[in-house]
């Protein structure tokens, strides 16, 4: 299901599992699919520990809601959120979900929002188990949003933080499967391709804003643009040239066979 910039979002944020200083770089990402009409931050907000959600509450006009946790060791921010999102899903006020949050606990709630149409953007550190990565229509890391004005302080990465995903791999096979004859690509198809693959696909991990810019940067990668109005970038993947064998020549040949005679 494809989003515009009028339909309706709802940004839901475990704010027990997200630290407040990406509060406006999710709210502007998550205003880049849709309009994010329904803003909620869960958590224990009687504990010290989301006092630095507290002001950002107000500036960016997101609603606390308050989840004693009841039992040690029991997530029930995660409850809470997951109820209110079959809530909206059933009410039927939004047209998409940003799900924020790094909890692999979140997965089936992903896959159960997409079952109903609804495009689900997920938005956690890359740290995030693959599997609620991968359940979600697109997973947007916060390494690469996080606005620029942030103090750097977040933890060292986890030693169990799963590796970049190999670049090469990733565009070679999006072009190779979406490829006309010719061997060229359309851009958007590539993209498209590759999000559908790996959500959590994002230009920015590699050092480029945009995906054309990603493609020009790699040397197997050929680009050039349409000569028309449309402006279509296409691309294909340049083959490495195969070394062969040079075969004398026949006069080589006969050279050759006559100086074997001749030492006969």
Same mark, same amino acid.
């Given at each position: 299901?494809?989003?515009?910039?009028?339909?309706?979002?709802?940004?839901?944020?475990?704010?027990?599992?997200?630290?407040?200083?990406?509060?406006?770089?999710?709210?502007?990402?998550?205003?880049?699919?849709?309009?994010?009409?329904?803003?909620?931050?869960?958590?224990?907000?009687?504990? &010290?520990?989301?006092?630095?959600?507290?002001?950002?509450?107000? =500036? !960016? %006009?997101?609603?606390?809601?308050? /989840?004693? *946790?009841? $039992?040690?060791?029991?997530?029930?921010?995660?409850?809470?959120?997951?109820?209110?999102?079959?809530?909206?899903?059933?009410?039927?006020?939004?047209?998409?979900?940003?799900?924020?949050?790094?909890?692999?606990?979140?997965?089936?709630?992903?896959?159960?929002? &997409?079952?109903?149409?609804?495009?689900?953007?997920?938005?956690? =550190? !890359? %740290?995030?188990?693959?599997?609620? /990565?991968? *359940?979600? $229509?697109?997973?947007?890391?916060?390494?690469?949003?996080?606005?620029?004005?942030?103090?750097?302080?977040?933890?060292?990465?986890?030693?169990?933080?799963?590796?970049?995903?190999?670049?090469?791999?990733?565009?070679?096979?999006?072009?190779?499967?979406?490829?006309?004859?010719?061997?060229?690509?359309?851009?958007?198809?590539?993209?498209?391709?590759?999000?559908?693959?790996?959500?959590?696909?994002?230009?920015?991990?590699?050092?480029?804003?945009?995906?054309?810019?990603?493609?020009?940067?790699?040397?197997?990668?050929?680009?050039?643009?349409?000569?028309?109005?449309?402006?279509?970038?296409?691309?294909?993947?340049?083959?490495?040239?195969?070394?062969?064998?040079?075969?004398?020549?026949?006069?080589?040949?006969?050279?050759?066979?006559?100086?074997?005679?001749?030492?006969?």
């Amino acid at each position: 299901m494809d989003l515009n910039e009028t339909a309706p979002l709802a940004v839901l944020i475990d704010a027990d599992n997200t630290s407040a200083k990406y509060a406006g770089a999710v709210l502007d990402e998550a205003a880049k699919y849709g309009r994010p009409t329904v803003r909620r931050a869960y958590g224990d907000w009687s504990s &010290q520990r989301l006092q630095g959600w507290r002001d950002e509450l107000n =500036r !960016r %006009a997101i609603q606390p809601i308050q /989840q004693f *946790a009841y $039992t040690s060791g029991k997530n029930a921010t995660d409850f809470s959120l997951v109820i209110d999102a079959m809530d909206l899903l059933y009410a039927g006020h939004v047209d998409g979900f940003v799900l924020v949050s790094s909890d692999s606990d979140f997965t089936r709630l992903a896959t159960r929002l &997409q079952e109903s149409g609804r495009p689900v953007f997920g938005i956690g =550190r !890359r %740290a995030t188990p693959a599997a609620f /990565q991968q *359940a979600c $229509t697109q997973f947007i890391h916060l390494e690469n949003i996080q606005d620029s004005l942030a103090e750097p302080t977040d933890p060292p990465a986890a030693d169990d933080e799963p590796p970049v995903p190999d670049l090469r791999r990733l565009l070679t096979t999006a072009i190779d499967n979406t490829a006309s004859d010719n061997g060229w690509s359309g851009l958007g198809a590539v993209g498209q391709y590759v999000a559908r693959s790996n959500a959590a696909f994002d230009p920015r991990t590699y050092g480029h804003k945009r995906l054309s810019d990603l493609v020009r940067a790699q040397p197997y990668v050929e680009v050039r643009s349409a000569d028309d109005p449309t402006g279509v970038i296409w691309v294909r993947t340049i083959q490495p040239a195969t070394k062969g064998t040079t075969k004398p020549s026949g006069s080589r040949r006969s050279a050759t066979k006559k100086a074997t005679a001749q030492s006969g």
